[in-house]
């Protein structure tokens, strides 16, 4: 009895489903955790006309929220010992002393210039303020 190779159906094709969904899933995965690994603290920020980049990663950044709680690189500290905490964290830092500051739109203007004070105090002249980029339309 002989078998005849041309009749049989053999296919080198790969079979691509798996494939596909996996890659769905990891995409799906990916989608829901990037925006959960937003760097910082959330605040509203003001919006203004006239802007500049601020750098990618700065070195030290204060973040003053709505409720009044304050933040020195994602760490809470409180306002009185906000001048240390900013001393310290100048320690390891060569070159020029910027702060950056992001406070909410809505917090009150007397909170901003107490943390103002406390940073002045730690010796630390060169403050940014982070803002949104105001369009048009606002």
Do not use: W
């Not at 004070?117 to 403050?127: L, P, R, S, Y």
């Amino acid at each position: 009895m002989a078998i005849d190779i041309e009749s049989t159906d053999v296919k080198s094709e790969p079979n691509v489903v798996p494939l596909c969904d996996v890659l769905l899933v990891l995409l799906i995965i990916f989608m829901v955790v990037t925006p959960l690994i937003h760097k910082g603290i959330d605040v509203r920020l003001p919006a203004a006309i006239n802007t500049i980049n601020m750098p990618e990663n700065p070195d030290v950044v204060l973040t003053l929220k709505r409720d009044g709680r304050i933040f020195l690189n994602g760490e809470e500290v409180t306002l009185d010992k906000l001048t240390e905490a900013v001393e310290e964290a100048f320690i390891d830092k060569t070159g020029e002393r910027k702060i950056y500051i992001k406070a909410d739109a809505e917090l009150e203007y007397g909170a901003i210039v107490q943390a103002f004070e406390k940073i002045k105090d730690a010796g630390i002249d060169i403050m940014g303020i982070i803002t949104e980029i105001k369009t048009k339309e606002e």
